[in-house]
Nanobody
């Protein structure tokens, strides 16, 4: 059974960088062919895909967030990390990490973290 757990600060000030880590257990983040994703849900809105880091280490980001997003991994800890720079209150959301079996956006998610609330406020 694969389990994902998000961790990181729940409050970030505007213009700062949001940093969240997803710790994976029960499966390796280097196993073919999985895509380790970050997804968020702003209050009152639908899910928004942010990006993923693939089993190979390659990354792919949402075009609308690409200029502010970086996803990296630590294979020794079986973790992957989201960094979102220059945050504004519009980045307030519940952030989820998830595993997908397809590189296609919005397809094939089989395991999710419980989600973590991040609020951007001074």
């Amino acid at each position: 059974q694969v389990q994902l757990q998000e961790s990181g600060p729940g409050l970030v000030k505007p213009s700062q960088t949001l940093s969240l880590t997803c710790t994976v257990s029960g499966g390796s983040i280097t196993t073919n062919y999985y895509y380790w994703s970050w997804i968020r849900q702003p209050p009152g809105k639908g899910l928004e895909w942010i990006g993923y880091i693939a089993y190979s280490g390659s990354t792919y980001y949402s075009p609308s967030l690409k200029s502010r997003t970086s996803i990296s991994r630590d294979t020794s800890k079986n973790q992957f990390t989201l960094q979102l720079s220059s945050v504004t209150p519009e980045d307030t959301a519940v952030y989820y990490c998830a595993r997908a079996s397809s590189p296609r956006v919005g397809v094939g998610y089989d395991y999710w973290g419980q989600g973590t609330q991040v609020t951007v406020s001074s």
